[in-house]
């Protein structure tokens, strides 16, 4: 399969034209000509290396929606001209525990799971280039059935940002009567508003862009507290069962552990970089705990996906041209979009100058 995309060739490069070819389709994979790829926090994360595991040329994009161009040997589940999507995986072992029991995120494999790009989770010089591009091929484990009430534009942004805030809610079992908090009010943010509040919660958002909170009302919030506000801050003390950090940047963790009850939960899904000190003393006299989440399994992604179909939760996005992705960059780092970008992948260009880059190597399952 010879693919369009765009893609940065060194660190914190600007985005530019490529082209390249896909290993050619073998038996159990999937063939994908892509309509639509949401643009992810972690796309820029990638691009400038700020977690210390970017490879080059980085390709970005897993949130991916298109439609079934051919079928390998052994395919039963998917035909072509089915729509259907990509997450943020391709490949994982498919033997050791975590990926039997559905949490292919965490697979102990070799490699650990295959990225949609940037390779293996553990790096080992393996590449993958991911949604910037008209075309991929998954195996078929990896591939999502998209719900016809949902839009392949809408459907993007639940396969990465969907599933990472529905993941940790559900592993946590938040549930109706509970009160969450969603710190961060962006691209995974505003769909943990909306989530929690299928779900059943009381949903606080909490942000220090208080000229959002008729935005997060109008998804489901009951009210935002601003955390600049230390009134509003102070007042809110041990109010919040469950909290879900989707801030991507270092911060201030402390506020937050001071609004949590005792035996609540905080999940970071934002920052993996890292947080500042933080105080001990409320964790330990409440039994607070602070976790980590990492986007969702294969099962989990489907899961959200009928949820999302379901009850009516919809990405709020911004269609664009894939040539303004720098540009898309730019105003997400700057919170200049409400809420998610969603690359048109008919604006590829497959008649103009691409730098050609080599074929991506993608994993094999194992047995």
């Not at 060194?10 to 790829?37: N, W, Y």
């Not at 039963?76 to 994982?92: E, H, I, L, P, Q």
């Not at 990472?164 to 009567?177: D, E």
């Not at 103009?352 to 994993?363: F, H």
Request: glycine share 10%; with cysteine.
């Amino acid at each position: 399969m010879h693919v369009h995309g765009y893609a940065a060739l060194k660190k914190g490069g600007a985005m530019q034209p490529v082209q390249f070819d896909r290993k050619p389709l073998s038996a159990g994979e999937v063939a994908i000509d892509s309509t639509h790829c949401g643009v992810c926090h972690s796309d820029l994360h990638q691009v400038n290396d700020d977690w210390k595991n970017s490879l080059y040329p980085c390709l970005p994009g897993h949130e991916i929606v298109g439609t079934v161009r051919e079928v390998g040997e052994g395919v039963t589940k998917y035909k072509a001209g089915d729509r259907v999507g990509v997450g943020c995986m391709v490949n994982s072992c498919q033997q050791c525990d975590y990926c039997k029991a559905g949490e292919e995120q965490y697979c102990s494999g070799p490699k650990s799971c295959t990225l949609t790009y940037n390779g293996p989770k553990v790096p080992d010089g393996t590449n993958s280039y991911g949604g910037y591009s008209n075309g991929i091929i998954v195996r078929e484990e990896f591939v999502l059935s998209i719900p016809e009430a949902i839009s392949s534009e809408e459907a993007a942004p639940i396969l990465c940002a969907g599933v990472t805030t529905y993941q940790p809610m559900k592993h946590f079992k938040v549930k109706a009567g509970d009160t969450v908090g969603v710190a961060g009010i962006g691209g995974l943010g505003h769909m943990a508003i909306q989530t929690a509040k299928a779900l059943g919660a009381t949903v606080v958002a909490l942000s220090t862009s208080p000229e959002k909170a008729e935005e997060a009302e109008k998804l489901g919030a009951s009210k935002l507290i601003d955390m600049g506000d230390k009134k509003a801050v102070e007042e809110a003390k041990q109010s919040l069962d469950f909290l879900i950090s989707t801030i991507p940047y270092p911060h201030d963790l402390n506020p937050y552990v001071g609004m949590m009850k005792t035996d609540s939960t905080i999940a970071v899904v934002g920052n993996l970089i890292e947080f500042p000190t933080i105080e001990s003393g409320p964790l330990v006299m409440n039994r607070i705990r602070i976790a980590g989440s990492l986007i969702g399994g294969v099962a989990d992604t489907q899961e959200i996906l009928d949820f999302a179909a379901e009850k009516g939760i919809r990405p709020e996005i911004e269609l664009i041209d894939i040539a303004t992705i720098d540009d898309a960059f730019k105003r997400m780092k700057d919170e200049d979009v409400r809420f998610r970008h969603v690359i048109d992948m008919a604006t590829i260009k497959t008649d103009g100058e691409a730098e050609a880059i080599a074929t991506p190597e993608r994993g094999e399952v194992v047995g």
